[in-house]
Every structure is written in C-alpha cells, then in structure tokens.
C-alpha cells in the first residue's frame, strides 16, 4: 500500500432533506486494492458509491484523484476520470447479443458502418484475459445466467479503460458457483491493478476478497478492517454497533458468537 | 445465425468455449431455437408455403406469372407502411396513424400537382417531408411529454383522416393524370434483360458481402463460418432472385414499385442492423434503462423512429394514389392501418420491442397479399378473408407470446 491511493475521500457529508445518509466519512482506495464497503441497511453504502459515480454529488468533503482535488458534479466528470460503475440490474439489453451489450454507447464503426469483427475480437480478448466463460460472444444477453450477465456487466465497465470500478452489490441475485465467478473475476479486476470497491451484505464474500474492508454505520465511519486479521464477529459488531462500548462489546461477544452477516435484496437502484 | 462452427485457427478467445453439438446438429439446433424462442422467419416461410400450396390446390391461376405479378404489385403499397411499422414495433410501440398519414399524403399530393400545378417530383418530396413533419410530432408528444405512443397516434388517425376529408372536398376524389413520374411508380416495368441484370447486382452485391466478411474475420483471427454454409446462402439468394425475375419476366417485367419496396426493406435492414442509429433502436426496444445509461439518446430515437414511420406511411399513400391514379377520401382508409401493423407481426416482428427486422414486413405482407388474392380468385368476399386474415394473425400472436415466454424460461436460470 505505497503511493498516493486511486481515491480518497474525506469529511464527506450528504443530505437528503431530514435524513442525513452521510456524515463526515473518510475512504481510499489504492490501485490494486479491493476495498469491501459495508454495513447495515440504510448505513449510506449506495450515497457514497453515488458521491463517487457522480450520481448524487456529495454536499461537502473533499475528493482526491490520484492526489489531485477533484469535483465529481456528474457521472460523465467520474468516467473522465476513469471511474466505472456497475449497477447490479438494468445494465444489460435482454434482446442484444453480448459484443452488442459491451460495446453498447460506445459502438466501434468504419467509414459509419459498424465494425462487427473490431468488437468481436476485442470482446473475445476482453472476456479471455478475464477468463469468463460463455456459450458463445453471439448469444443474446437473454441466454446467459445470472453469473455470465453479472460478468459481461463488469466486462463491460472496462472498455473504458477505468482505473476504479464500483460494484454495488454484484452478488445479490446470485447463487453460490455464480458467486464464485464473480468473486473470481473481481480478483482478476485486481490482478490488473484496478482499485475496486465492492458493496456486499455478504461477509464471507468479502472476506474471500477484500484487502480492506471499511464499515459504514448510519452514515459514518464504523472501523476499517484487515479481513485476514479480524474475525467476521467483529465485522458483525462494527456493522451493528455492538462496539459502541465494552459491556455491549462483551454481551455480543457471547450472544452473537454464531451471527451472520445481514442480508437484504437488493433495492436501491439509482433512479 | 452469425454464430461459429469451425474455425482453421484457434479461436482467438480461450474463454469462449468452443462450438457445443448442439451447434453443429441442425436438428438440435432448431429444437434449441423452439425452446429457447428465437425462431426467426421460419414460421412464417413455412407459412407462406403452405397458403400457396394450399390455394393452388384450389385454383390452379393462382401460382401464375400474371397473379404473382399482381401480388408483387399489391403489396408495395402497404408494405412500404409496414416497414415503417416495424420501426415503431422494435421500440416496444405502436402507431395507429399511418393508415391516416398515408390518405393525407395521398390527398395533398393530388392537390399539390391537380389543383395547384406542382411538378410530380416536387410534390413526392412535398409529401415526404410533411410525413417527417407529422411524425415528428407524433414522437415529440410522446417523448417529451410521456403521452403513451397508442393515444397520441390514435388522435393522429382521427386527426388526419379529417384533413384529408378537408383537402378532398367537396369533389371527393382527384384523379392523377395517367403520364408522369406519379404515374410511372407503379406503372413501369422493367424490361426482360434489365430485369435479370439488376437480379445479378443484387446477387453478386450480396455475394461480395460474405467473402468480404469472412476475409475479414480469417484475417482477424475469429471463427468463420463453413465455406459450404456461405455457399449455401449465396445460392439459396441466387435461386430464389432467379425464380423471382423468371416468374415476374414471364408477365410484363420486375414492377418499379416491387423494386422500390424491396430496395427500402433492405436499405432500413441494413440501417437497423449496420449503423449506431439502428442499435439504438434495438437497445432502447430491449431495455430503455440500459440505453439511456450507455448514453443513447432515448427521445432523439424515439422522436426520429416516428418521423421515418410517417414518412414511410406518407409514401406509402404515394404508391396508393399512384396505383389508383387518383387521391380519394378511401385512399389509406379502411384495412390499411391494420394490414400494415398485421403485416408486420405475421412477419414475425415482435409486439414486445427490440426483435425482428423489416424482412418481417416483407413476408408478411406477401402472406396477408397471399390470402387476398387467392380469395379473390376463388371469388370470396371480404368476409372470408377478414376471418382467415385474423386466424393468421392470432396464429403470430400467439407465437411471439409463446417464444416470448421460451426465452423467459431459458434465460436467467
Ligand atoms: N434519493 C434519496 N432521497 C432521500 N433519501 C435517500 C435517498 N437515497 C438514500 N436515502 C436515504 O439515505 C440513507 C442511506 O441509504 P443508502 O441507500 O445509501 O443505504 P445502503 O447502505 O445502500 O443500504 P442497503 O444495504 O439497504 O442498500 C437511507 O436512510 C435512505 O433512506
Ligand atoms: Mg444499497
């Protein structure tokens, strides 16, 4: 963890009339890094993943890049900046075949013709060296699973060259050999020096592939973990707030010995 | 259909496995198509062959060169409406109003040159552009303010139709002179010899644009498809052209009109299926979300699909009139609209959005053309044929709904 991170965020705060769905919170990102982002329902993980997305820009803190201050007002200021985010639905034409979804905006042409075999190949060398396996890079988006969708969506983020991905619960909806593939695919995001931040209710997710993971706990910072150093409980008790003090501390400690994480379906896509 | 089966060179994509049995078993492969619905024009060649078998069994002046003349005649009118209609449909819409812009068209074409001295060209541009006028309206009512395309396009119906009445009164009708390019649209032939070299154009165009196209994808290193397969459908083009030519050449010629109509089914295929615009218009009918977060401009779309669906209507309402040598208060009235929409979905466009192509319009209207003119050699009135004509429709209805649901169940397991 040399360098200046990728990101950094600090004293970001974000309101929504009454609710305060951010207050004063701190992240960074490093290339290469995979950062799990964490916490309850309505701790503010998708506000902050759409601060940096450019989707709903934070009221006050500051945003570095690359050590430079930044302003993300809107999404087309995160993707010059080489800021990708994957949403986990609505981000795929069921009708369209898979080099169609990938290179969807952002078609390659010649003399105004579509470059069908430019895109083929470059789809087919993309999904290689990410190793996702499909039937075939023809097949409507329709026939591909759950899994092989999630994968193309992500794919699809990288043909802009980003140097952040954002994945807002890329799991949910997905089985456990899905999962894998998936996860699998992260670790490939990190391989090529991405920074990836990765929002999962799945705590044994993100313990398989986060490098840090930071706990949000009603819009604030709740603790940053090394997974390979903590144990899931005390992940549990940042998310929960059992850390607030040493009696609660303890009372979890022995009644929540077997706690797993909290789940919820997924319902927060962006409007 | 554009899928691997072999390649000479390993694939450049390790990841993409390589061509399952399934792919190379026919027979397999159309029962994967079945199940997982993407059946494409199948069903409705299939049913184009029985309907001619059936209505040769019971007049045998129904597979001639003169009524299958008259056939190609007939439907370049509304066929030229219907391949607008397959825009509005991929965009998952409707628009109940090119009957109407197509009498409208028709009505100020006839005033433009009859009443106000307008030279014939002119006048068609005239009508084009007023089509490109009224869609655009159609497309801004409902893009912009979110009125749903069937209401703005059924006030669009009322609200023409009533204007052409306007233009046509008090005499009703205005009769076209019988000299002259409005004429001539649908009144030219081409000679015997021009009529197979523009056949060989098309063939060695569409010949060209294979090799090309596998060349190119050799030299990218992608999977091509089995010369064989290349053949096939370059021959399988050449033979059906031939016979096409043949058959046509035996009356008076390849009709202009056929010529026309053919030329803009395959120019917006390839509008729909080569350019950004066209996927576009694929995306927005498949996922309006995804498109509108890939940067598609959605209004832009929808608003331009509406100007080429009028348009198409308006000159739809051209080749009518011209037809008919004169404009009337009938002229894109009655069944047109729905042989235009009918046309479409039998030819397998679906009512869903985002699938089918705008040879769905040409194969249906050669169906729905099909059952008119065989009922009107075995001398059935209209009756019938509504009855027939909307069995046939149910029939592809129902089948889009069917391989709707097949690609529900086999996706997203
Ligand atoms: N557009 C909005 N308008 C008003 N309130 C909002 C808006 N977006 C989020 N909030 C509120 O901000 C808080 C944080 O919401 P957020 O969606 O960020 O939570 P989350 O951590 O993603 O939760 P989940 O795990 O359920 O996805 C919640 O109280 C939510 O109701
Ligand atoms: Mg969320």
Aim: proline share 4%; glycine share 12%; with cysteine.
């Amino acid at each position: 963890m040399t360098g200046t991170p990728v990101l950094a965020m600090s004293g970001i705060s974000k309101r929504f009339g009454a609710v305060q769905a951010l207050s004063d919170v701190s992240l960074e990102v490093n290339t290469g890094e995979v950062v799990a982002l964490v916490g309850d329902n309505g701790a503010g993980k998708s506000t902050l993943i759409k601060v940096i997305a450019g989707v709903n820009p934070a009221d006050n803190g500051e945003v570095r890049w690359e050590g430079r201050p930044v302003q993300i007002g809107k999404p087309s200021d995160a993707t010059a900046l080489g800021i990708a985010t994957v949403y986990q639905d609505l981000a795929l034409c069921d009708n369209l075949d898979v080099v169609a979804n990938l290179f969807l905006g952002r078609e390659v042409t010649r003399v105004g013709v579509l470059d069908e075999i430019a895109m083929e190949r470059r789809s087919r060398e993309l999904l290689t060296s990410l190793s996702v396996r499909l039937p075939s890079v023809r097949v409507p988006a329709a026939g591909l699973s759950g899994g092989q969708r999630q994968s193309v969506a992500i794919a699809r983020s990288l043909l802009g060259e980003p140097k952040l991905v954002l994945l807002d619960e890329p799991t949910a909806a997905l089985g456990v050999a899905q999962t894998a593939e998936v996860l699998d695919l992260i670790e490939r995001l990190r391989g090529r020096g991405l920074g990836v931040l990765l929002i999962s209710h799945q705590l044994a997710d993100v313990r398989a592939v986060a490098d840090r993971v930071v706990v949000l706990r009603l819009g604030r910072n709740a603790g940053v973990f090394d997974p390979d150093r903590t144990s899931q409980e005390e992940i549990v008790q940042a998310i929960t707030g059992a850390l607030d003090n040493a009696v609660t501390r303890r009372r979890a400690r022995v009644e929540e010995g077997t706690a797993t994480a909290p789940r919820s379906p997924d319902e927060d896509q962006p409007a | 259909m554009s899928t691997a089966t072999t390649s000479p060179e390993p694939p450049a994509g390790d990841g993409i496995q390589s061509p399952g049995p399934s792919r190379l078993n026919p027979l397999a492969a159309a029962r994967r198509r079945l199940r997982t619905g993407e059946l494409g024009a199948w069903p409705v060649i299939i049913g184009l062959i029985v309907i001619w078998a059936v209505f040769q069994s019971l007049n045998d002046a129904f597979l001639t060169p003169q009524n299958l003349s008259n056939l190609a005649l007939q439907i370049a009118a509304t066929g030229t409406i219907s391949v607008g209609v397959v825009l509005v449909l991929l965009l998952g819409e409707i628009d109940l109003s090119v009957g109407s812009v197509a009498g409208v068209g028709a009505a100020v074409l006839a005033v433009l040159t009859v009443r106000n001295g307008w030279g014939d060209v002119a006048a068609i541009i005239a009508v084009v552009v007023l089509g490109v006028l009224i869609g655009i309206l159609h497309g801004s009512v409902f893009a912009r303010l979110g009125v749903p395309a069937f209401v703005v396009t059924l006030a669009g119906n009322i609200g023409w139709q009533g204007l052409q009445l306007y233009l046509l009164s008090p005499e009703g009708t205005i009769n076209l002179p019988y000299t002259g390019p409005i004429g001539d649209l649908t009144h030219t032939n081409l000679s015997t010899p021009l009529g197979w070299v523009v056949g060989a154009i098309a063939v060695g165009l569409y010949a060209v644009a294979v090799l090309v196209d596998s060349q190119r994808r050799r030299a990218a290193g992608l999977p091509i498809r089995k010369p064989v397969g290349s053949l096939l459908r370059v021959a399988g083009l050449a033979v059906l052209v031939a016979a096409t030519v043949a058959v046509l050449n035996a009356w008076q010629g390849v009709p202009v009109a056929l010529l026309i109509f053919v030329g803009l089914v395959v120019l917006v295929d390839l509008m729909l299926r080569r350019t950004r615009y066209g996927r576009g218009i694929f995306a927005v009918g498949g996922n309006v979300e995804a498109a509108r977060r890939a940067g598609i401009n959605v209004s832009l779309i929808r608003i331009s699909v509406f100007a080429l669906t009028s348009a198409l209507a308006a000159f739809g309402g051209i080749l009518t009139a011209s037809r008919g040598f004169s404009a009337s208060q009938s002229t894109g009235a009655s069944d047109t609209l729905l042989i235009a929409i009918a046309a479409a979905v039998v030819g397998g466009v679906s009512l869903f959005g985002g699938r089918g192509s705008t040879y769905g319009a040409l194969l249906g209207s050669l169906v729905l053309g099909s059952i008119t003119s065989g009922m009107f050699l075995l001398q059935l009135n209209s009756a019938v044929r509504f009855m027939i004509t909307a069995a046939v429709l149910l029939a592809a209805v129902i089948l889009d709904s069917l391989s709707r649901r097949g690609r529900r169940a086999s996706g997203r397991q």
